[in-house]
């Protein structure tokens, strides 16, 4: 059962990404999901974004949005938690940047600085990925990678190569 709001203390930025099977409907069951998960609250939900998918040739296009979630769970929880849906969606790990039912990730984390052998956050790639960056600042448009530098200022952040708007309200 979500907890009370004045539990929530953190501020989590998750990504979602799906490209097999039914993506759209997939990413509808991980926001409900989502919304379950004990001592949180889910804030605000992106817009769906259609994209280029990145590693190995021939795989469908992505679907992909980001989540603002205010939470109490410490981040290895919270990792464990994304996981688990991600695990009962079907998500099977096999190839390195493979399609995949569901992904879910630990984007930001507050402003903490994390990197442990399961857990880096800010994420690795998200200087890097226009399809996460958009969405992440179409959420928060002020966000800073650790205090220092605005998002909005990364190139990614401005390309709309391989991304496009598929819907705002998807998740009625």
């Known amino acids: 059962m979500p907890a009370s709001p004045a539990l929530f203390c953190t501020r989590a930025f998750i990504g979602l ?3 097999l099977g039914q993506p759209g ?3 509808k069951s991980a926001v409900h999901a989502l919304r379950k998960l004990p001592d949180s609250h889910l804030k605000a939900i992106s817009s769906l974004y259609r994209s280029t998918p990145l590693g190995p040739a021939g ?4 679907l992909n ?4 979630l205010e939470t109490a769970l410490p981040p290895h929880t919270l990792l464990a938690a994304l996981q688990a849906i991600e695990s009962a969606h079907g998500r099977l790990r ?3 940047w493979g399609a995949r039912t569901l992904d879910l990730d630990v984007l930001l984390y507050g402003n903490d600085v994390i990197a ?3 857990l880096t956050v800010p994420h690795p790639e998200l ?7 958009i969405p992440l600042l179409e959420l928060q448009a002020d966000l800073r990678l650790t205090y220092a530098m605005p998002l909005s200022s990364l190139p990614a952040a401005r390309d ?3 991304i496009e708007l598929i819907a705002s309200h998807w998740t009625d």
Do not use: C, M
Request: net charge negative; proline share 3%; glycine share 6%.
């Open 65 to 68: 949005a980001v989540v603002w």
């Open 59 to 62: 795989q469908p296009d992505y």
């Open 160 to 162: 709309h190569h391989g």
């Open 94 to 96: 096999e190839i390195h």
């Open 25 to 27: 409907l997939t990413l």
């Open 17 to 19: 990404g799906a490209n």
């Open 127 to 133: 200087k890097n990925r226009n399809f996460v960056l």
């Open 116 to 118: 442990t052998s399961d």
